[in-house]
C-alpha cells in the first residue's frame, strides 16, 4: 500500500516507516522538522536500503499538502505530526490546539478532496485522564486530560468520530499509545529530545551518558508498590508493528476502530532505574522529588483488543527496551547532531 506518513522524521514515524518498509509498503514522508533532524531521512535509508521521499512541509499548508496528494497519491495516512511536550503546551496552549487541531483539520479536508480516507492516528493512554480503571480497556470512558496536549488528542479522537458517523467511507483506526521508549536495534534511530527531557527513558539515558547529574523521581508516595508512578513502557519498535497491523482495519467498510498499544506491563520509576542499570552495568543516581502536577498514580493497558483484532502483541520486555534505548544513546550522546 502506498502510505504518507506525516511526522514521519520523528521518533515514533521513522521507527514506523522502518517497519512499513520491510512489509513491502510504499512510503512517503511528510514533516516540516519542527521536532526532527533531516538527518533522520539519511539513516532511515542506510537501515532501509531505500531512499525514501520526503518532503519538509507543514500540515497546516493545504497547498503544499494538495501537491502532494496530487503528485503521491496515497492510499491512506499514518498521522503522527504533532507537538507533544506536556508542560510546553500548559505555556502554550494556542500553539498546541492552532497545530495540533488546525493541522490535522487541514489534513482531513486535503484528503477527502482527494478520494483518501483511509487513516491511523497517534492517539494517546492521556485521554483516559486519570483512568476510571487499570488495566484500561478500550471501553473505558475517556477523562479529563490535565493539560492542553492531552485535550488536542482527545478532540481529535472526537472529531475523527464525527466524521467517520457522517461520511461511512472513511476507514479510521485510533490507536492510543502507552509509553514508547528504546530504539532501533541498529543503534542509529532513536528519541532525540531538545532540552531537557520531560520523559523518564531519554532522562535516565542522559544521565548514563553524562550530560544530566541525576534522575529527580517526581514522588515516592503514591498509591503504587514502592510509591512512584507506574506506567506502561513500549518498546517503539514494537508499537511500529501495530501500525503496520492495523492497517488491515482500512479494508472499504472497516469504520472506525479503537486500540490500545501497550503492553498489559506496568513498571514503576524505580522499577525503570533497576532494570536499566542490571541492563547497561550502569548506575544512575537519583533523589525524590515532590509529584509532578498533573501525574496520576499508574497507568497500563489491557492489550487484549489489538491482540485479538489485529493478532498484535508486544514482543520485546523491559530489558530489551532498557539495552536498545542505551546502544542508541550510547552511540549518539547528543542525538543526530553527530554526523
Ligand atoms: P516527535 O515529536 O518525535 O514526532 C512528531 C513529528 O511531527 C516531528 O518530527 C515534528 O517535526 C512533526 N511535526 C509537528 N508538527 C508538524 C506540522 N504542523 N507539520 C508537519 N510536521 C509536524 O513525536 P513522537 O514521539 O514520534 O510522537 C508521534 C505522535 O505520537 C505524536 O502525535 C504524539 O503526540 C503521539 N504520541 C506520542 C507519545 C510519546 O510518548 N512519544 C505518546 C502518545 C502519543
Ligand atoms: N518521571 C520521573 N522523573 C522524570 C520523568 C518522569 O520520575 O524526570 C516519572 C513520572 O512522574 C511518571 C513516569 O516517570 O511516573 C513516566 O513519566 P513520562 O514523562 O516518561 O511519561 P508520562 O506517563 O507522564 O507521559 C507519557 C507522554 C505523554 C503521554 C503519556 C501516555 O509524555 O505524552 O505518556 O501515553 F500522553
Not at 120 to 135: H, K, L, R
Not at 140 to 158: A, F, V
Not at 247 to 262: E, H, M
Not at 314 to 326: F, L, S, V, Y
Request: hydrophobic share 35%; glycine share 10%.
Amino acid at each position: 500500500m502506498k502510505i504518507l506518513v506525516t511526522g514521519g522524521a520523528g521518533f515514533i514515524g521513522s521507527h514506523t516507516v522502518v517497519e512499513l518498509t520491510s512489509e513491502g509498503h510504499e512510503v512517503v514522508i511528510l514533516d516540516n522538522l519542527s521536532n526532527a533532524s533531516r538527518k533522520v531521512l539519511k539513516r532511515l535509508s542506510e537501515i532501509t536500503g531505500k531512499q525514501i521521499p520526503f518532503y519538509e512541509a507543514d500540515i497546516r499548508d493545504r497547498a503544499a499538502l494538495t501537491d502532494i496528494f496530487r503528485k503521491e497519491r496515497p492510499e491512506a495516512v499514518i498521522h503522527f505530526a504533532g507537538l507533544k511536550a506536556v508542560g510546553e503546551s500548559v505555556r502554550l496552549p494556542w500553539e498546541y490546539y492552532e497545530n495540533n487541531i488546525g493541522g490535522t483539520l487541514a489534513l482531513l479536508d486535503v484528503m477527502r478532496s482527494n478520494d483518501c480516507r483511509n487513516i491511523i492516528f497517534s492517539s494517546s493512554a492521556t485521554v483516559y485522564g486519570d483512568p476510571a480503571e487499570i488495566p484500561i480497556t478500550e471501553a473505558c470512558p475517556k477523562g479529563t486530560c490535565t493539560n492542553p496536549y492531552g485535550w488536542t488528542k482527545s478532540m481529535l479522537e472526537q472529531i475523527l468520530t464525527d466524521m467517520q458517523k457522517a461520511d461511512p467511507a472513511w476507514n479510521t483506526v485510533i490507536l492510543r499509545y502507552f509509553n514508547p521508549i528504546g530504539a532501533h536495534k541498529s543503534g542509529r534511530i532513536g528519541e532525540n529530545p531538545g532540552g531537557i527531557p520531560n520523559n523518564l527513558m531519554p532522562y535516565i539515558t542522559q544521565v548514563a551518558v553524562g550530560r544530566l547529574e541525576k534522575l529527580h523521581v517526581f514522588g515516592d508516595d503514591y498509591d503504587t508498590p514502592d510509591g512512584t508512578g507506574v506506567r506502561d513502557y513500549i518498546h517503539v519498535v514494537d508499537l511500529a508493528k501495530g501500525h503496520v497491523k492495523a492497517l488491515k482495519k482500512l479494508a472499504p467498510g472497516s469504520g472506525l476502530s479503537i486500540y490500545n498499544l501497550g503492553t498489559g506491563i506496568g513498571y514503576s520509576v524505580l522499577d525503570i532505574v533497576r532494570n536499566f542499570e542490571e541492563a547497561t552495568g550502569i548506575s544512575i543516581p537519583y533523589v525524590i522529588d515532590a509529584r509532578r502536577p498533573g501525574d496520576i498514580a499508574a497507568c497500563y493497558a489491557s492489550a487484549k483488543k489489538a491482540k485479538d483484532e489485529l493478532g498484535w502483541e508486544a514482543e520485546n520486555g523491559i530489558r530489551e527496551m532498557c539495552e536498545d534505548a542505551w546502544r542508541w544513546q550510547s552511540a549518539n550522546p547528543n542525538g543526530y547532531e553527530e554526523d
